[in-house]
Nanobody, 116 residues
Framework: QVQLVESGGGLVQAGGFLRLSCAAS????????MGWYRQAPGKERELVAR???????VYADSVMDRFTISRDNAKKMVYLQMNSLKPEDTAVYYCKATSPLRKESWGQGTQVTVSS
């Protein structure tokens, strides 16, 4: 079992930046993909970015060229650098770990609020 704890959310003005961090513990050797998802009020949870264990990345079109996911396997951390933030980026951001057998683990989420 994998435990995930996110941090780094907060309130920022449009055009600003934040860096989210996710610390993994437990059966971290079972992790293949790690990613960030977000859920805005009244909307479904959506993929923001994910990274495989070998560094392949996928980004949502809406965050391409503004957000960057990175991963430090030695420290069992995954990060999301968010630049040029927009009000529509406001959401609760969740970290997710996926095992090779597609078992999913989720963090508790961190709130990101972007003011206009």
């Amino acid at each position: 079992q994998v435990q995930l704890v996110e941090s780094g959310g907060g309130l920022v003005q449009a055009g600003g930046f934040l860096r989210l961090s996710c610390a993994a513990s437990g059966d971290t050797h079972c992790i293949s993909f790690m990613g960030w998802y977000r859920q805005a009020p009244g909307k479904e949870r959506e993929l923001v970015a994910r990274m495989s264990s070998v560094g392949d990345t996928v980004y949502a079109d809406s965050v391409m060229d503004r957000f960057t996911i990175s991963r430090d396997n030695a420290k069992k951390m995954v990060y999301l650098q968010m630049n040029s933030l927009k009000p529509e980026d406001t959401a609760v951001y969740y970290c997710k770990a996926t095992s090779p057998l597609r078992k999913e683990s989720w963090g508790q989420g961190t709130q990101v609020t972007v003011s206009s």
